[in-house]
């Protein structure tokens, strides 16, 4: 008999392939080979012990904010998010103490989540209100599917863009990327492959030079 974890979690995992399906069109950014690389239909989970972080205090504020589109896959995250073990990259020493009070994620799908995959890496990004996740990188081609407005985006040289829900964001490998998010706080998917799925990423801290160029 499946655990309670277990049926919760695999209906999310196919509540947001659902999703994601149901986004696929009117993009440019295609999830074509992202869904190629998805693990074969009918995958067991494995038991990952329940991890909860301080950002989930915010979890309850970010579904309320999502859109009605996507409201069933964020209220069975809400309902399944103490069943899961949310994680962190970087140590305090890393990006600092207050960051890790509003950052965490939880991968339902690759190396390390309940769905084991060599090839894909999927799950949820949630930080809080008013931070900053400074510009990072790494090997793995990544889409994010913000699912809260709100926050700013950063790719590469471009600028800070406010990116709506539902609207997938394509960053090749080893593009630096950012969030800044303002009183909302974001929740968004991610899939990553085609490269080291538990990779660190690599901090890329702003230095004054690139801040004030004409110093
Ligand atoms: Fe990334």
Redesign the pocket.
């Known amino acids: 008999m499946k655990s309670e974890t277990e049926t919760l979690t695999l209906s999310l995992v196919s509540a947001v392939r659902n999703y994601l399906d149901s986004i696929h069109h009117g993009h440019r950014v295609h999830l074509n080979a992202f869904f190629a690389d998805w693990p074969e239909a009918g995958y067991a989970t494995r038991d990952i012990p329940p991890h909860p972080l301080p950002v989930l205090s915010w979890l309850a504020e970010a579904v309320k904010a999502t859109g009605t589109d996507i409201a069933s896959v964020a209220n069975m995250l809400a309902v399944a998010a103490n069943h899961l073990a949310w994680g962190q990259t970087y140590s305090s020493d890393d990006i600092g103490a207050a960051f890790l009070e509003r950052y965490g994620w939880t991968e339902l799908i690759g190396q390390r989540g309940p769905v084991a995959s060599k090839r894909i890496a999927c799950g949820f990004l949630l930080l809080g209100p008013d931070i900053e996740y400074p510009p990072?990188?790494?090997e793995a081609e990544?889409i994010?599917v913000p699912l809260t407005g709100g926050t700013l985006w950063m790719r590469g040289g471009e600028g800070w863009v406010r990116r709506s829900p539902s609207s997938p964001i394509y960053?090749p490998a080893w593009t630096p990327?950012a969030m800044r998010t303002a009183a909302t706080p974001l929740l968004a998917l991610?899939l990553?492959r085609g490269g080291d799925l538990v990779q660190k990423?690599r901090i890329d801290w702003y230095t004054t030079a690139e801040i004030f160029p004409q110093l």
């Open positions: 990072h990188r790494h990544e994010y960053h990327h991610y990553w990423s």
